[in-house]
């Protein structure tokens, strides 16, 4: 039972990173609750391919990147592979600048020191603790991102005008250029609630665990209720945007300027638990993605892999998860602008999220691979219709990215 | 059917990799050019952005509501934004017809000094309070110059 | 003898060699212990003239899948993971189910060398 509640506060704790943190005070600070169905939609498409990776791991004992070369076939395989692991790096990047930014508001180092520290603290957690305690400490710790759901309580009594923007709309603009902006604030948001490490992740921590066929219910419930509760971050973090942004005239790029919404009302002690929450989400997602190209990477090419094994058990796995660690450290060291590197590693996402997600959806639908416990009617239509929907955005993404500017209007 | 199905992953595959080289010929394009005379709403608005930043910095400083360290970092981080948004409007107000620019820089100056001096005095919230109140003064100046900037 | 490149097994068309090379080929090959040692990144086929093509080894490690790929691509794959393979008599397989699993154990048939040379490195840092 305790398992249970942790594991679905460990999935809310988890959901956010710093590229959803941005992209979602942002949507709400330039289109109010415009973009709030987006969300909704993002939340929807993460449980059911989230819910697929963990039935896959409990059912077959295998993560994902195992089956894919069996199912998909090597060349189409080492595409996807080398797609997910160039993003992982890319998003780990930003998460390692992000963390930077967070450490550099306390205390007065230089910002490329921080960047150091922050990827020799993320190598010792690795290196050091067991995945339980990776996934506990970062994910309950991520939890304290609940405050601006408190915040987004407080801003917005009406939430009978926050429920009637979940049905998808498109609200009246001033300008094509707006439009435009908007979609491509849709295709990122939805982006990056639906980042595919965390659905690989989540196999591979089932495996990790040592899920049963018997796991598969409660795999869905953790799914189902943990990425519902981790949306509803999301969702604050829009509200906050339109809320207390909007009306202040700022579209937030920096961590310590979206942490200010908090200070308003819970003074200094709001400050930290905002700052503190942010570290914690950021740092795990950090760590998923790099263990998440690991995963990958050995699965796919049958080494030894896993934290439950010792390290010396699973050498090139783990020269894997710190090679990424490494090169991540490596973007950011560069001088390039972590603000920047968020806003492309989304997009890069949603460039191969239909390549991420193929297939997951194929080995979770095989009846040859699952029996009886292959995606069932509604697993299998909201599955495809995702697929759809996740095309689409792929090929919207970059000419949107060049129409508006870079994203900037 | 693996061979069906590899055939689509396989046409998917060449849609992103078209994708990827369109994203990065844009990238090229952008770091050669550059026209500042198209895209000064984007630089306006953000400067509208950084001002209305600074001013939440000042006003929780004045109110005792952010620890000074913080307020030190914070403004740290901001300086090379709001002195790139600087860097750009100097070099739009060479174009013809950017009256804009012209109000916008100066603004983007006295911004930086600003946000300088409140970072020097980060641990006195009295000294907070001109400094928020000649901060706010500049973002109303800001705003309606983003927003008649908008194209459409 | 011949390696099971695609484009070899279309012109043989030889249904009971072709159902086992597709249902063997990719697939996660574990040893005696258990341990994942590699996938089967190519087979090596034998031509028997009564009996058609016979598998007779398993072919694994960066020499083996290069093959597979582009020849552009299968160069820069040669310069950066080298082109050792490993090949394992088909007799050493145990069974064949959703894995490969193989009668011997991972360092007696010399498969993941790599690993092993490794982590004679990595279990000297303390922690892990």
New interface residues.
């Given amino acids: 039972m305790l398992e249970l509640f942790l594991g679905i506060l460990t999935a809310m704790g988890g959901f956010v990173e710093v590229g959803e943190l941005t992209f979602a005070v942002n949507a709400g600070a330039k289109f109010g609750y415009g973009l709030l169905w987006v969300a909704g939609v993002g939340a929807l498409g993460i449980i059911v391919y989230g819910e697929m990776a963990g039935r896959v791991a409990a059912v077959r004992g295998q993560p994902v990147f195992n089956l894919i070369r069996e ?3 090597f ?2 395989g080492l ?1 996807t592979l080398v ?1 997910a692991v160039a993003v992982n790096v890319l998003t780990c990047a930003a998460e390692i600048g992000a963390i930077a ?1 967070v450490w ?5 180092w230089p910002y490329r020191a921080w960047v150091a520290a922050a990827c020799v603290f993320l190598v010792l957690a690795v290196w050091v603790l067991p995945f339980q305690w990776i996934e506990r400490v970062f994910g309950l710790g991520g939890l304290l991102l609940v405050v601006f759901l408190v915040i987004a309580m407080i801003e917005a009594p009406d939430l009978g005008e926050v429920g009637a923007a979940f049905v998808p709309h498109v609200p009246s603009l ?5 439009y435009l902006l908007y979609a491509y604030y849709a295709v990122a948001l939805l982006s990056s609630i639906m980042l595919p490490y965390e659905a690989y992740f989540y196999s591979s921590g089932a495996v990790e665990d040592r899920w049963k066929p018997s796991d598969v219910g409660r795999n869905r419930f953790i799914v189902v209720v943990g990425f519902v509760l981790g949306s509803l971050l999301c969702v604050a973090l829009i509200v906050v945007g339109a809320q207390f942004f909007a009306p ?7 961590p ?2 979206v942490a ?1 919404s908090v ?2 009302h819970f ?2 002690a709001g ?1 930290l638990i905002a700052i503190g929450g942010m570290f914690f989400a950021f740092a795990g997602a950090a760590i998923e993605t790099a263990l998440s190209a690991a995963y990958g990477i050995a699965q796919f090419f049958g080494w030894p892999w896993g934290r439950f094994r010792p390290a010396h058990e699973a050498s090139r796995f783990t020269i894997a998860w710190l090679a990424v660690f490494v090169l991540a450290t490596a973007v950011i060291l560069t001088g390039v602008d972590p603000v920047s590197v968020v806003e492309y590693s989304i ?2 996402s949603v ?2 999220l ?2 991420s997600y ?1 297939p997951l959806l ?1 080995v979770a639908g095989d009846r040859r691979l699952m029996g009886e416990y292959a995606n069932g009617s509604v697993a299998r239509v909201l599955g495809w219709l995702y697929m759809v929907l996740l ?1 689409v955005a ?2 919207a ?3 949107l ?2 129409l508006t ?2 994203g ?2 | 059917m ?1 061979r069906h ?2 055939r689509w ?2 046409r ?2 060449v ?2 990799g078209l ?2 080289v ?2 990065l010929g ?1 990238a090229a394009f ?1 770091a050669a050019s550059g026209e500042p005379q198209s ?1 000064l ?2 630089t306006l ?2 400067l ?2 950084r001002a ?2 600074s ?3 000042a006003h ?1 400083t004045a109110a005792s ?3 000074a ?2 307020v ?3 403004a ?3 300086a090379p ?1 709001i002195a790139s948004l600087r860097d750009a409007l100097a070099k739009a107000e060479t174009h013809e017809g950017a009256t804009d620019a012209r109000t916008a820089r100066p603004l983007s100056e006295r911004l930086l000094a600003l946000m300088q001096a409140l970072a020097e005095r980060a641990d006195t919230p009295s000294a907070a309070v001109p400094i928020e109140r000649e901060l706010r003064g500049i ?1 109303e100046r800001l ?1 309606p110059l983003a927003r008649s900037a ?3 | 003898m011949t390696t099971a490149s695609r484009s070899k097994l279309k012109s043989r068309g030889i249904d009971r060699s072709i159902h086992l090379v ?1 249902d063997v080929v990719d697939h996660e090959i574990v040893d005696a212990h258990q341990l994942p040692c590699g996938s089967v990144d190519d087979i090596e086929l034998e031509l028997d003239p009564r009996h058609g093509l016979r598998p007779v080894a398993l072919l694994i490690g960066p020499g083996a899948w290069q093959r597979r790929l582009p020849s552009p691509l299968a160069a820069v794959v040669r310069w950066l993971a080298g082109n050792a393979e490993t090949r394992v008599p088909w007799s050493e397989i145990a069974y064949i189910g959703e894995r490969v699993a193989l009668r011997r154990t991972a360092n007696e048939l010399g498969l993941g060398e790599a690993d092993r040379r490794l982590g004679r490195w990595i279990a000297r840092i303390p922690g892990g």
């Fill in positions: 199912r998909v076939g060349d189409a595409v797609a930014l550099q508001l306390f205390a007065d001033e300008s094509t250029q707006q202040r005239h700022i579209e937030p790029q920096l310590g300027v200010t200070a308003v003074g200094v400050l997009v890069f460039v191969i239909p390549l193929l194929l095309t792929a090929l993404a970059i000419p990215l060049i500017h870079g900037q209007g | 693996r199905e590899a992953v396989r998917l595959q849609a992103v994708s990827i369109g994203a844009f952008v895209t709403y984007i608005g953000e509208r952005s209305a930043e001013l939440e910095i929780g509501r952010l620890p360290n913080f030190r970092a914070q740290e981080q901001l934004r973002v705003v908008r194209p459409g | 597709r």
